[in-house]
């Protein structure tokens, strides 16, 4: 039940990026659980009705796998937009499921993103100018994982 005069926020669809990552570098074992690097390749694309560009490459997630088998994403990556303009983006969240679906993600199969749960809060540095709107807004994302890419949708919520 909503309590009365409460503001119940919405959505707003902002892009959907597309991907590729690299191999799993992996640092190892550690107190609070398996650690790992993503590396984000240059290119993709980022297509919404405010926004369009592609991804830039040097950047990557900086990942944990808890010991309760939950992994925490730390990514730090950026936009290019197409008319030139640079974003940076801090993208943390989190990515479980049932430990068949997750074992199946892992070795590279197919696995459709409802099986399993991944969501990030994208935080945006932008300059001044047409996309300092990105600046003032909390944003939710959805994800799904493939062998060698990534897909997310971004919402700002309203």
């Known amino acids: 039940m909503i309590p009365e005069g409460a503001i119940v926020p919405g959505l707003e669809f902002v892009y959907e990026a597309q991907g590729?990552?690299?191999v799993p570098?992996?640092?190892g074992e550690t107190a609070d659980g398996a650690r790992r690097i993503i590396p984000i390749f240059e290119g993709?694309?980022?297509?919404?009705?405010?926004?369009?560009?592609?991804?830039?490459g040097n950047a990557a997630d900086w990942q944990l796998t808890r010991h309760d088998g939950v992994?925490?994403?730390?990514a730090i990556y950026a936009i290019r937009t197409d008319d030139g303009v640079i974003i940076q983006i801090r993208n943390?969240?989190?990515?479980?499921?049932?430990?068949?679906?997750?074992a199946r993600l892992a070795a590279g199969e197919a696995v459709d993103p409802a099986d399993y749960y991944f969501r990030t809060v994208p935080e945006?540095?932008?300059p001044a100018g047409r996309y300092d709107w990105m600046n003032r807004s909390i944003f939710v994302c959805s994800g799904a994982r493939y062998a060698a890419g990534?897909?997310?949708?971004?919402?700002?919520?309203?």
């Open 20 to 22: 590729s990552l690299g």
């Open 25 to 27: 570098v992996p640092i």
């Open 44 to 56: 993709g694309s980022v297509i919404g009705p405010s926004i369009r560009g592609s991804l830039m």
């Open 71 to 74: 992994t925490v994403a730390d």
């Open 92 to 102: 943390k969240g989190l990515r479980h499921g049932p430990p068949e679906v997750m």
């Open 124 to 126: 945006f540095i932008a």
């Open 150 to 158: 990534i897909r997310l949708w971004v919402w700002r919520v309203t």
